[in-house]
């Protein structure tokens, strides 16, 4: 039998908050939402208010994992200002899951965001592949350049941080469940030789994410710190498009090795692929390269090359922005369609032009993570 609703709001009331009342009469609980197991839910107060109720949302995670039949739970805390008002105090260092959203920025002479970085016990690089926009195939790219980094013999991860329109359930064919282990960290599922999670796995394929930026950010955190990943070489993470709270989360959690930036030729995708450069700049990330996606359509029957979407953009731009160019992927029926089936082409057709494009790209990748992968 699933948790409900019912059993989550009577574990909550028995919550004490600075309001002298119980969790679930103090007016700050978002709807939350109860089945299969896990929990979401978030709670809301003004950023004067946050360090007074960190420890409450601690309380609060761990009344609903004590609920039998609860696997996982996320439980954020949204700390706004008011408009007008001065910012807060940045949350303490060590306070888990509390998000400022007033500010990514700490007052001056406060710590850097950095500071919060902690490697991943076990995990050697981490690496995010992103793209300014969506639309451009990020997330097959992402899962083949997994593909390729494990053909090249390294013990390779994906975390699925597209928290709103998560794609490696649909890319992978898996249809599981992630289990728990004695620690009650959830061990990633296994397919195609890689260690993958997802937050698709623990929602239905068709419900609505409609998630604040501290809950995304939240579930970022969990996903990589309440997972069992094991010894990986490296761990590739799918990033949603854009340039928001998941990317910032990110890079404030965990140090990252690099970033893979994820373009098509065209003028609109590289001026939002420009963004998403900038932005791993200002906070740090090496950009280990630009991918050019769907680069070209070369006709199967006659073999003419045309290139729809232009061609060459990505490169001229990585020239130009003195970043390494990764390589060219053609805009092909059977990428599109492997992926469909669940079976993506570095893995379905490995002796193909495809998957060596794939190979080549994760190769130029690894080179510039072999300090990080050797050093482990």
């Not at 090249?152 to 329109?165: H, P």
């Not at 309440?226 to 709270?245: C, E, I, N």
């Not at 990428?335 to 057709?349: H, K, L, M, N, Y």
Request: with cysteine; hydrophobic share 45%.
């Amino acid at each position: 039998m699933g948790v409900t609703q019912q059993q989550v709001q009577d574990a909550l009331a028995k919550v004490a908050t600075p309001r002298g009342v119980g969790l679930t009469n103090a007016g700050v609980l978002s709807p939350i939402s109860a089945g299969d197991g896990k929990v979401f839910f978030s709670i809301n107060v003004e950023a004067s208010e946050a360090r007074a109720w960190e420890g409450v949302r601690a309380a609060a995670e761990s009344a609903v994992r004590a609920i039998p039949g609860v696997e996982v739970a996320m439980v954020a805390l949204t700390a706004e200002r008011k408009a007008g008002a001065a910012a807060p105090p940045a949350p303490h260092r060590h306070a888990p899951g509390v998000q400022n959203v007033a500010s990514h920025r700490p007052p001056q002479g406060g710590p850097s965001p950095m500071s919060r970085q902690a490697e991943i016990p076990g995990v050697a690089a981490i690496i995010a592949v992103a793209s300014g926009k969506g639309g451009v195939g990020k997330s097959t790219t992402a899962l083949n350049l997994a593909l390729g980094l494990r053909d090249l013999g390294l013990r390779v991860g994906l975390l699925d941080a597209d928290i709103y329109g998560p794609s490696v359930p649909r890319l992978t064919g898996i249809r599981e469940k992630p289990q728990l282990n004695v620690d009650r960290k959830m061990i990633p599922l296994q397919r195609f030789g890689l260690s993958i999670m997802s937050i698709g796995f623990l929602v239905e394929e068709e419900t609505a994410m409609i998630w604040r930026g501290p809950m995304v950010m939240s579930a970022v955190t969990q996903m990589l710190r309440d997972v069992a990943w094991g010894t990986l070489d490296v761990l590739v993470v799918d990033m949603p498009p854009g340039t928001g709270d998941a990317q910032l989360t990110l890079a404030q959690t965990v140090p990252l090795k690099g970033a893979v930036i994820i373009s098509t030729p065209q003028d609109l995708s590289l001026i939002d692929a420009r963004r998403g450069l900038a932005m791993f700049t200002k906070v740090n990330v090496p950009v280990l390269g630009i991918i050019e996606n769907m680069s070209y359509f070369r006709c199967p029957h006659c073999g003419t090359q045309s290139d729809i979407f232009g061609h060459g953009g990505a490169r001229h731009e990585a020239e130009r922005l003195g970043v390494p160019f990764l390589g060219e992927i053609p805009l092909h029926m059977s990428i599109r369609t492997t992926s469909d089936a669940g079976t993506p082409v570095v893995e379905s057709e490995p002796k193909g032009l495809h998957a060596a494009i794939y190979r080549e790209i994760g190769a130029k990748v690894r080179d510039q993570l072999k300090d990080a992968i050797a050093a482990a």
